[in-house]
């Protein structure tokens, strides 16, 4: 027996807690990731659509389907986000047009000169060779060694908190590049482990009374680190000093952060499952 879960048309970051939740509580064995309606995500939604049906299939052992949309519209736009490429590769695809119709928009949709995306899932194996590799290309994308190094090292210590601190072995990422008046550069990572809280939990000595914005303020202070290793800690620490906007959610706690100083720190009225971590670098 299968179950559906279902993909809004338009899918924010402040809906996507309604797709991910509870998600381990599902005990069919067949998942069926319906994406037929979708035709918008914005940039941090793009790592839970990419990392769920990873997370189903790997973590918890499901059989996925990925039901595609019967638009073509939407078909293009999910290969402009990079979804169509990721699902092709690993998952079994339900086609509402035929399988020719689909991989000839696969092949001819040509993505706008102005802006490109890129999505995927970041593992422990595969880590290294996509720094190695995929990485390159964001230098000769924008012609830059400096925003490129910062970059990658923004990502690198992204992805180490996945795996150091999250409980989980796999995370989604994504990053979006535009050149449409001021140039910009987005990197967007998620996981859906055990969240700030917990982890911030075993090395600091807060009551359960105290919000979730508040252990993330603590995370993002130097030598702070949810392993409790005096000296570490320094990469959100550092993100935050150089980078221009920074928004971390986890748990019902978001802040937002611009030019190193916290702006924004609040509680939300829902429960982001993991973290969620966007910054933009503009330049």
Same mark, same amino acid.
């Given at each position: 027996m299968s179950v559906i879960i279902s993909v809004p048309s338009r899918l924010t970051y402040f809906n996507i807690q309604k797709v991910i939740f509870n998600i381990e509580s599902l005990t069919d064995h067949?998942? $069926?990731?319906?994406?037929?309606?979708?035709?918008? $995500?914005?940039?941090e939604g793009l790592n839970y659509i990419a990392l769920m049906p990873f997370y189903l299939q790997k973590i918890?052992?499901?059989?996925i389907k990925i039901r595609l949309p019967e638009i073509e519209e939407s078909i293009s736009y999910l290969h402009f986000t990079g979804l169509l490429d990721t699902y092709f590769r690993n998952f079994e695809v339900q086609y509402y047009n035929c399988v020719e119709d689909v991989m000839f928009l696969k092949k001819t949709f040509n993505r706008s000169g102005w802006q490109k995306a890129k999505i995927g899932i970041i593992t422990p194996n595969t880590f290294?060779?996509?720094?190695?590799?995929?990485?390159?290309?964001?230098?000769?994308?924008?012609?830059?060694?400096?925003?490129?190094?910062?970059?990658?090292?923004?990502?690198?210590?992204?992805?180490?908190?996945?795996?150091?601190?999250?409980?989980?072995?796999?995370?989604?990422?994504?990053?979006?590049?535009?050149?449409?008046?001021?140039?910009?550069?987005?990197?967007?990572?998620a996981d859906i482990g055990r969240g700030i809280r917990n982890t911030m939990s075993e090395v600091l000595d807060f009551n359960d009374s105290i919000d979730d914005h508040m252990f993330i303020q603590?995370?993002?202070k130097p030598g702070v680190s949810g392993t409790g290793i005096i000296g570490r800690g320094l990469g959100l620490a550092k993100i935050v000093e150089i980078i221009?906007? $920074?928004?971390?959610?986890?748990?019902?706690?978001?802040?937002?952060?611009?030019?190193?100083?916290?702006?924004?720190?609040? $509680?939300?009225?829902?429960?982001?499952?993991?973290?969620?971590?966007?910054?933009?670098?503009?330049?």
């Amino acid at each position: 027996m299968s179950v559906i879960i279902s993909v809004p048309s338009r899918l924010t970051y402040f809906n996507i807690q309604k797709v991910i939740f509870n998600i381990e509580s599902l005990t069919d064995h067949e998942i $069926v990731f319906d994406l037929s309606k979708l035709n918008y $995500v914005d940039p941090e939604g793009l790592n839970y659509i990419a990392l769920m049906p990873f997370y189903l299939q790997k973590i918890l052992l499901k059989k996925i389907k990925i039901r595609l949309p019967e638009i073509e519209e939407s078909i293009s736009y999910l290969h402009f986000t990079g979804l169509l490429d990721t699902y092709f590769r690993n998952f079994e695809v339900q086609y509402y047009n035929c399988v020719e119709d689909v991989m000839f928009l696969k092949k001819t949709f040509n993505r706008s000169g102005w802006q490109k995306a890129k999505i995927g899932i970041i593992t422990p194996n595969t880590f290294q060779s996509f720094l190695a590799n995929e990485l390159a290309n964001v230098e000769r994308l924008i012609s830059s060694s400096n925003i490129s190094s910062t970059f990658c090292f923004c990502f690198y210590e992204l992805v180490r908190n996945i795996f150091d601190h999250s409980g989980e072995t796999i995370g989604g990422f994504s990053f979006h590049y535009k050149t449409n008046g001021q140039k910009s550069l987005s990197l967007s990572i998620a996981d859906i482990g055990r969240g700030i809280r917990n982890t911030m939990s075993e090395v600091l000595d807060f009551n359960d009374s105290i919000d979730d914005h508040m252990f993330i303020q603590e995370a993002i202070k130097p030598g702070v680190s949810g392993t409790g290793i005096i000296g570490r800690g320094l990469g959100l620490a550092k993100i935050v000093e150089i980078i221009d906007q $920074v928004q971390i959610t986890s748990g019902k706690g978001q802040i937002k952060t611009f030019e190193g100083r916290v702006k924004q720190s609040e $509680v939300l009225n829902y429960s982001l499952k993991g973290t969620s971590i966007f910054l933009k670098i503009q330049f």
